[in-house]
C-alpha cells in the first residue's frame, strides 16, 4: 500500500471532515441500528456547523490519515474541558479513530493511535482513555490489543436507542 501520511485537520478542512466522519459512521453503525437513529445522528452530529465548531475548540485535535491525496480515516483528540467525561486537567481522551471499511486490518487504525500516543506524551498525559459502544467488537479488540482495560460505562443516546459505551483507559509511562 501507498504510504501514509497523519496530518492535522485545519478550518478549511472542514468539508473532508464531513465526509469521512459521515461516511465512517454510516459503514460502522449502518447494519446494527435504525435507519431513523443513524439519519439523527448524521444530522445532529456530523453537521457541518458542529463540526466547525469541535474543529475551532481550543482543546481538540483532528488529525486525517491521507494516502494518494484521499482521506481514509481520521482521530479526534480532546482534553481539559473539551473532553466527554472526567474532564480530569491531565487526562487525553481520544474521542473518535475511524478509518474506511476498505482499510480495515490495514495499519490505519494504528497510525491514528500512534498519534495519539505521541501528543499524549508531548503533553505528558498520565493516561489516554475513550468511550466505545459495547456491541463494538472489532474496536474493543483493538484498543485491548493496544493495552487499554475497562474501568467503567456510561450511556450513549443514538436517536431514541440508550447505548451503553464501556469506558477504558491506558495508563502511560
Ligand atoms: C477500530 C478501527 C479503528 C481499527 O483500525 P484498523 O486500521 O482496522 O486496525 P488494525 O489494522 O489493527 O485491525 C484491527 C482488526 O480488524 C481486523 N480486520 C482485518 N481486515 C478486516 C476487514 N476487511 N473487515 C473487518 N475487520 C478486519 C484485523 O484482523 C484486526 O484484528 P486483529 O488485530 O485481531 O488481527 C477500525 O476498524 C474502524 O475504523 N472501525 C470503525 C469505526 C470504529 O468502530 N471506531 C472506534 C469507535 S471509537
New binding site residues.
Partial sequence: MADIQIRRVRAQDVHDLQRISRE?FFQ?FAAANTKENMEHYLRENLSRKRLAAELAHEQSEFYFAVTDDTVI?YLKLNYGEAQTELKDEYGLEIE????LET????????LLYHKALEIAKERNAPYLW?G?WEE?A??I??YE?NGFKRFGKHNFMLGDDKQTDILMKQQLP
Fill in positions: 465512517t460502522a480515516g473518535r479513530i475511524y478509518v482499510f480495515y486490518g490495514k495499519n490505519v487504525g494504528q475513550l466505545v463494538n472489532r474496536a479488540r483493538f490489543k
